[in-house]
């Protein structure tokens, strides 16, 4: 019988206290082989999933392109169907499957506009989007395994709902500090100590470590 929702792993590469991005929203704290690690990855999962800051900000591609493997699906959160014209994303959505995930208040205009640019536009809630929902969804098309790459808003949103099976993180040998810079895990955050993983394997990449946990 086919799961009821997609493995979910959460990856992301963070400086020693945290952050995801610096205020300025630099993000690139990775090193090549750690980004090479990520692309392996990426062409071992069916879909990879990120929220609509982090297309505007980073402007990522989201392809499998330092080691051979084919494209995930791409999934961009976007409740009001806002993402850009001039991303690479949808400059690239009618090569690459892309998925646009909305919710009711997503004016039609703008999902009528991302339909054209080659992008599957699916509704899926009435402000927010409804997570659970979309991963029986998705589970329902074959999609099987998720790999979740932010940013911070994305997590929290995740993790909240305990749809987290994984986490895999590269701590890399940066401080970035500061409140407005964002954190790997934002929202509203738990109340209680949450959450409790096991660390299932540590590996070190020159000054960086990639730390593996699982629930
Ligand atoms: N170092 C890393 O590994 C890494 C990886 C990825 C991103 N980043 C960084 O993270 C930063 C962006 O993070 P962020 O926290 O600002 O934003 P984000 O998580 O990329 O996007 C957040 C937005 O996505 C939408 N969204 C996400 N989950 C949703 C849900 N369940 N329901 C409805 N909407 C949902 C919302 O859009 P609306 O605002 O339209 O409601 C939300 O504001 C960037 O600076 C990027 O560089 C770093």
């Known amino acids: 019988m086919a799961n009821s929702k997609p493995y979910v792993i959460l990856s992301a590469a963070m400086s ?6 610096t205020r300025k929203g630099r993000s690139k704290f990775s090193s090549n082989k750690d980004l090479t690690r990520v692309h392996r990855l990426r062409g071992s999962v069916d879909a990879i999933l990120v929220g609509r800051n982090t ?3 980073d402007n990522p591609s989201l392809t499998v392109r ?3 493997g084919r494209n995930p699906i791409r999934i961009i959160l976007d409740p009001k169907a806002t993402i850009s014209s001039s991303s690479k994303i949808v400059k ?3 090569n690459i499957p ?4 909305v919710s009711e208040i997503a004016p039609a205009s703008h999902v009528s506009f991302l339909t054209k640019k080659g992008l599957e536009v699916i509704k ?12 029986s969804i998705l589970a329902k098309r074959g999609i099987q395994k998720i790999l979740v790459e932010g940013g911070g808003t994305t997590n929290w949103y995740f993790l909240k709902e ?10 890399t040998p940066y401080v970035v500090g500061g409140k407005e810079a964002v954190s790997l895990v934002e929202g509203h955050g738990f109340d209680n100590i949450s959450y409790p993983l096991k660390l ?3 590996k070190r990449i020159g000054n960086e470590i990639v730390l593996h946990y699982v629930i």
Do not use: N, Q, Y
């Not at 892309?98 to 995930?101: E, F, L, V």
């Not at 809630?125 to 929902?133: A, T, V």
């Not at 099976?165 to 701590?171: A, G, L, M, R, Y």
């Open 200 to 202: 299932k394997h540590v």
């Open 16 to 21: 020693i206290d945290g952050k995801i991005a």
């Open 124 to 135: 899926c809630g009435k402000i927010r989007i409804d997570l659970k929902k979309l991963l």
């Open 98 to 101: 892309t998925m646009a995930i």
């Open 92 to 94: 690239t959505s009618k």
């Open 162 to 171: 305990k749809l987290v099976d994984e986490i895999i993180v590269t701590v």
């Open 66 to 68: 330092r080691v051979k």
């Open 55 to 57: 297309v505007s900000v």
